[in-house]
């Protein structure tokens, strides 16, 4: 697949070809094969039906749907690093360090601004959504391993390649409108939760978690468990429903964190471009 000095390249962290092309590649393969599926959801909604059953997040289809950002991350990952860059790749699962302040972020901040926002929209005092309590471990399991595995391509390679031509902040909202646009199909797709959602405001909110994602991404030297867990803490399930108040929250959020973060935000070079581990040392060097 690579020759000999590619190889060594690659392993380097650097790409061996245009780094547009790659990128160009993950999202032609991300947006293929989501609105590819959703253009059949659309135009063959009774069809699929009847074999895949009705729309829900265990629907493989839509599973397929959801993971095409991991799936198209990884694929393009192993074209262009091989199976031992992909192992490096994979070897990021392991960064688990960051500021304190941050992990704090992410245990509480994340959950006290979606409870703030479900008390602005009255749905705090909301019963517990899962009866007997129990049933809220395969709901929990479940989004642990759906939406997350996105970050194998959203932050695993698409933010690092970004912040090789911009800074972090411009990264993170070109990256959060890409995001945002790729979830178009979810408020067209009868069944899918989006459809009841204000578009707009949602919208907003994608581009805002992706920007606050940004440098705690890069605080962690490019952390894949820390990017998962965010994303997890996101769609956890035992938040209340605080839609849309929990998105125009986050905007408020995300402009505190940025003014906070200025000093590395607006400066190229300041962020994580590797897509392998930093430091490996079962890699080669450039």
Do not use: C
């Not at 192993?78 to 992909?86: A, D, N, Q, S």
């Not at 578009?199 to 894949?224: D, H, W």
């Amino acid at each position: 697949m690579n020759s000999s000095a590619n190889i060594q390249s690659s392993l380097s962290g650097r790409a061996p070809r245009n780094e547009t092309k790659i990128l160009a590649l993950f999202l032609v393969l991300t947006f293929g094969l989501t609105w590819g599926l959703a253009t059949l959801f659309l135009l063959f909604p009774d069809q699929i039906n009847a074999v895949f059953g009705e729309v829900s997040f265990s629907h493989p289809l839509i599973l397929l749907a959801i993971y095409a950002p991991g799936i198209a991350g990884v694929f393009t990952i192993w074209r262009y690093f091989g199976l031992k860059g992909l192992g490096s790749f994979f070897h990021r699962l392991t960064l688990w360090r960051a500021p304190r302040l941050w992990w704090l972020f992410l245990v509480l901040g994340i959950p006290a601004v979606v409870f703030a926002g479900a008390a602005i929209k009255g749905t705090i005092r909301d019963p517990f959504p899962f009866s007997p309590w129990y049933q809220v471990l395969p709901a929990l399991a479940l989004a642990l391993f759906l939406g997350p595995l996105e970050e194998f391509g959203w932050r695993g390679l698409a933010l690092p390649f970004l912040q090789r031509k911009f800074s972090p902040f411009w990264a993170g909202l070109i990256l959060g409108g890409i995001w945002a646009f790729w979830h178009i199909p979810a408020f067209l797709i009868s069944g899918m939760p989006q459809t009841t959602w204000s578009a707009g405001p949602y919208f907003l909110g994608i581009i805002a978690i992706s920007v606050i994602l940004t440098p705690l991404f890069n605080s962690s030297r490019g952390s894949l468990l820390i990017a998962i867990l965010y994303h997890f803490q996101m769609m956890n399930p035992i938040w209340p429903d605080a839609q849309p108040w929990d998105n125009l929250l986050w905007i408020a959020a995300a402009v505190l964190i940025v003014w906070l973060n200025r000093r590395t935000m607006f400066k190229r070079g300041l962020g994580v471009t590797d897509v392998l581990m930093p430091n490996d040392p079962g890699r080669l060097s450039a």
